[in-house]
């Protein structure tokens, strides 16, 4: 089974550009989360969608992000006017999100970096 | 808030040897999930192993053993016969059971190189 797919895997975008970056989730899975990874922060949740509602967006910061999840196969997290300080590994991960089934499993993230 | 603490920032061990990495964490949840994730050298993040806060029990994966020390606060995670292949950065992750929130709250990791 193809585990999470994430386009592009790197992308390099000038300051004041949009980037928009691309997830497909797990089959079967209803539960899709982005995450960000910098050295210096490590790890950091963004945004969370069950069934492709958002649910949970308390990671994101709340000008020039925003995800979207149109149909169960597939998620965007776009970022308008891009800064350097976006610079990151940005990571999709999915779960079955019942119960017991509580893993999230990551893809491969997109190396954004911002010149 | 929750909080994942991880104070070990690399550890080196020899082939074949027994390892423990130390992970700590804060939540005001009453349940809880934990979690191991490895990072390889490619960037790839794998889940390796989970402990259920309410199971007494530590749990087992392959090499993987976790001890779990709720009274601590406290998630290790032990690697017996340690392989080249488990060099990597481990991160210790938790996440709570109240609300409608799944984020993952993660620590900043732990080197581990495994030396031939």
């Known amino acids: 089974n193809a585990g999470v797919i994430q386009t592009p895997r790197h992308k ?6 949009e980037a928009t970056l691309w997830c497909e989730p797990i089959s079967g899975h209803s ?5 960000r990874q910098t050295i210096v922060q490590g790890l950091e949740f963004l945004t969370y969608f069950r069934n492709q509602a958002p649910i949970d967006d308390s ?12 149909n169960q196969s597939h998620s965007t997290l776009k970022i308008q006017s891009t800064q350097p300080q976006d610079s990151a590994v940005y990571l999709c991960a999915s779960s079955l999100d019942r119960g017991r089934y509580a893993e999230q499993f ?10 | 808030a929750q909080k994942v603490t991880q104070t070990q920032t690399s550890i080196s061990v020899m082939e074949k040897t027994t390892v423990t990495m130390d992970c700590v964490y804060e939540t005001q949840d009453s ?19 989970r402990q259920d806060s309410y199971k007494k029990e530590n749990a087992t994966v392959g090499h993987y053993s976790l001890n779990f020390q709720k009274p601590k606060s406290s998630i290790g995670l032990i690697i017996t016969a340690t392989q ?16 409608n929130t799944r984020k993952l ?3 900043l990791g732990t080197t581990l190189q495994v030396q031939p």
């Open chain 1, 12 to 17: 390099v975008t000038g300051k004041g550009q």
């Open chain 1, 31 to 35: 539960a899709v989360f982005w995450y």
């Open chain 1, 59 to 70: 990671g994101m910061p709340k000008e020039r992000f925003s995800a979207q999840m149109p």
């Open chain 1, 106 to 115: 990551f893809g491969p993230g997109t190396r954004l970096t911002v010149l």
């Open chain 2, 31 to 49: 349940s809880y999930f934990l979690f191991w994730y490895k990072q390889t050298a490619s960037g790839e993040i794998v889940f390796l192993i």
């Open chain 2, 84 to 99: 080249i292949e488990d060099s990597a950065v481990y991160f210790c992750a938790m996440r709570g059971l109240t609300g």
């Open chain 2, 105 to 107: 709250i993660f620590g």
